[in-house]
Each structure stands twice: as structure tokens, then as C-alpha cells.
């Protein structure tokens, strides 16, 4: 008997300083060099106004179209854990070993139905979100991170290769070489993937930060661009994407 409660205690003990550990840490980003870094711009477009037009004796709900920028606040799975992206071992729906409630919580806040994801970093097309058909809560992470790993598969288009000047092609060229393993594979050519020269840690920043301005430009060091991701991301639920529709509602 006092074996088997040393063993426990024992146990009790490392799980206490495991979850020490984790605590102390929680906060801390993991350290990833900035040319690693594949570093994405979110909009959001308040899509819609709702109007109520009197027409006779009957109301009738119309809608306008608005396109202003949404300011929001990314979830920290996309803004702060710099996931590693690797199509040769990841499936498209590959979830980054991350627990399900965080996979299907809202990508941005406010939660948004849709949401367009663009890089400054050679990448060549902006990727459209869409939330999934079962999501309560507009585009989730779990949306987000799929739409990267289908995006960046597909084939380079004639015109997207147009528009690079030589060096450029060269660098694509390098990284596509370096990135196939196979004959089958270069015989293919290069993918989207291939734009990003490497980068392969992904980092989504808003576009249109919570304070209503635009982030710096590319340009500028990324610990200006993080300055903005010290707001905190709200909890969410559906109720919370209800709020955020009664909101467009009533604006003018």
C-alpha cells in the first residue's frame, strides 16, 4: 500500500510541475526566424445593410451592399502560434495537432462569413475563406488553415508566372526544385507554394487593425506589425455572431 501511494505521488507531482511549466510558458510565442515567417493580411467586408422598406401596408427587408473594411482581431492559432506549413507530410485537412475546440472556434472576431487572406510577400493570389457549411460561428481556424493548404497545391498559372521579372523566376525556380523529390513531381511544375521561397510559418494579421487603422506596411519590421495583436481575442459563440449581425443591422 505504501508503494502504490508513493507511485501516485509521485505522479501527482510531475503533472503539477508539467502544468507549471506550461503556464509559465502559455504566453511566450514560439521563436521563428523573420524570413520564416509566411505572413498573410485578413479583410473583412461589412458585405451587407439591412434595410426595412415600407411598401404599402406590408414591410419588406432589403439589402445593400456596403464593402467598408471590418476592423477585427485574429484568433491566436492564426496571429501568434506561427504554424509550421508542409505539404510533402500534411494532409489538406491536416489539423496542426490542435485541440478541436480551438480548430472550430471563430477565426476572427467579429466572427464573418467570409474573409480574403493576402500576402506581400511574392505569394500570388489572394485566397477567399468561406465559412464551412456546418459552422455556427462564420469562418472558423479550422476554414482558414484548409484554405492555405488547398491554395497553396495549386499549379502556378501562366499569368501569375508573367508577372515575375528574372530574378524573381529564379528564386521560384530554386524553390521548386528544392521542394520535389521526384521526376513525377517536376514534371509538374511549380505550385503556388513554391512563391513563398521558403516561408513556411504561418502568421495572419489583420488588415484593418481593432483601432481602425492599417497595419504598417510589409515593409516594416514585424515587431510593428505584432503591436497590434496585444488586444485579446474575445470569447465567441453563436450568440456573439447574432450580436455582430443585430450591429449591421442598426447602422446607418
Given amino acids: 500500500m505504501v508503494c502504490v501511494l ?56 432589403a439589402t445593400v451592399t456596403q464593402g467598408e473594411l471590418v476592423p477585427l482581431v485574429l484568433h491566436p492559432v492564426l496571429a501568434k502560434y506561427l504554424l509550421e506549413l508542409d505539404i510533402a507530410t500534411q494532409a489538406v485537412d491536416y489539423d496542426y495537432d490542435l485541440p478541436n475546440e480551438e480548430l472550430t472556434s471563430p477565426a476572427v472576431h467579429p466572427p464573418m462569413p467570409l474573409i480574403r487572406l493576402e500576402s506581400h510577400q511574392g505569394y500570388p493570389q489572394i485566397i477567399t475563406v468561406q465559412a464551412s457549411n456546418d459552422s455556427l460561428v462564420g469562418v472558423n481556424v479550422q476554414d482558414v488553415l484548409r484554405a492555405i493548404q488547398e491554395d497553396v497545391r ?33 514534371a509538374q ?43 485579446t481575442f474575445p470569447g465567441s459563440s453563436f450568440f456573439s455572431y447574432v450580436h455582430f449581425l443585430i450591429l449591421c443591422i442598426g447602422m446607418n
Fill in 6 to 61: 508513493r507511485h501516485h505521488r509521485e505522479e501527482r507531482e510531475e503533472l503539477n510541475a508539467s502544468l507549471t511549466a506550461a503556464l509559465l510558458h502559455e504566453d511566450e510565442e514560439p521563436k521563428v526566424l523573420d524570413e520564416a515567417k509566411l505572413i498573410f493580411y485578413a479583410e473583412a467586408e461589412l458585405g451587407v445593410r439591412y434595410l426595412f422598406l415600407e411598401l404599402g401596408r406590408s414591410t419588406k427587408l
Fill in 154 to 186: 495549386k499549379l502556378s498559372r501562366r499569368r501569375e508566372w508573367t508577372k515575375l521579372n528574372a530574378e524573381d523566376r529564379a528564386a521560384v525556380d530554386d524553390a521548386f526544385r528544392e521542394r520535389c523529390n521526384t521526376e513525377e513531381e517536376l
Fill in 189 to 231: 511544375g511549380p505550385c503556388r507554394v513554391d512563391y513563398l521561397r521558403g516561408r513556411n510559418r504561418i502568421q495572419i494579421l489583420p488588415k484593418l487593425s481593432p483601432d481602425g487603422e492599417m497595419l504598417p506596411a510589409p515593409g516594416a519590421p514585424v515587431e510593428d506589425l505584432t503591436e497590434h495583436l496585444s488586444v
